[in-house]
């Protein structure tokens, strides 16, 4: 089975600190996403990753960063954070050559 | 680049009704198509997908069917409960692309 967890279920931080938002999986799965969950707009992506120390934008990197160190560990680095980055950050893993996406129970970030 | 649209955004259907939640997709390469229920304060989970070699497919009281011609596919629940009220999201996917999901339709079963 297969697992996913995150750092923080719930976080809340100042307008300009820097913000670490960490995901583990357990299952050797070699591609690691993060989305954003915004009412009305769905999950929409920030970086991915495929492989160690690869990492790739998607379609929201602005403001952000990752880094993956290890296979099993893929971070979120919010800079600076801002107020229009309060939102749901969902990290997931993706086996490759499998199509079936595990998400972890999601962090739920205020920017204050 | 793939876009999903999904409808209805909201849908209250009463218990033991029908519900059903559409999706359509734009790049006709994609060729798998996940639901999520997402249950408040928690993470998503796959109730059901579709590869585009079927048409349909069916667990239980839910099913999903796919038209690749004109590019849509559905979710449909039958005999609706009150533990179905969630939020359902959709996605297309082609190998070696990402993800793209729909916004999301929020689900209220009424007793």
């Known amino acids: 089975d297969v697992k996913v967890t995150q750092s923080s279920r719930y976080l809340v931080k100042r307008t300009g600190e820097k913000v670490f938002l960490e995901c583990v999986q357990d299952?050797?799965?070699?591609?690691m996403f993060w989305y954003r969950q915004d009412p009305g707009l769905g999950l929409r992506l920030i970086y991915f990753s495929y492989d160690v120390k690869m990492k790739e934008k998607g379609d929201i990197p602005e403001g952000y960063s990752v880094s993956r160190e290890k296979k099993e560990r893929f971070s979120l680095i919010l800079e600076s954070a801002s107020t229009n980055q309060t939102s749901m950050y969902l990290c997931?893993?993706?086996?490759?050559?499998?199509?079936?996406?595990?998400f972890g129970p999601g962090t739920r970030l205020t920017v204050l | 680049g793939e876009n999903v649209e999904q409808h209805p955004s909201t849908l209250s259907v009463q218990e033991g009704d029908s519900a059903v939640i559409k999706c359509t997709y734009s790049d006709s390469a994609s060729n798998y198509f996940p639901w999520y229920k997402q249950e408040l304060g928690k993470r998503p989970q796959l109730i059901i997908d579709i590869r585009s070699n079927v048409g349909e497919k069916k667990d239980q009281r839910i099913a999903v069917t796919l038209n690749k011609t004109a590019k849509h596919f559905s979710l449909h629940i039958t005999e609706t409960q009150p533990e179905d009220s969630a939020v359902y999201f959709c996605?297309?996917?082609?190998?070696?692309?990402?993800?793209?999901f729909g916004p999301g339709t929020r689900l209220s079963v009424l007793p």
């Open positions: 299952m050797d799965h070699e591609n």
């Open positions: 997931a893993t993706l086996g490759t050559g499998t199509d079936t996406q595990y």
């Open positions: 996605a297309g996917y082609n190998y070696g692309q990402n993800f793209v």
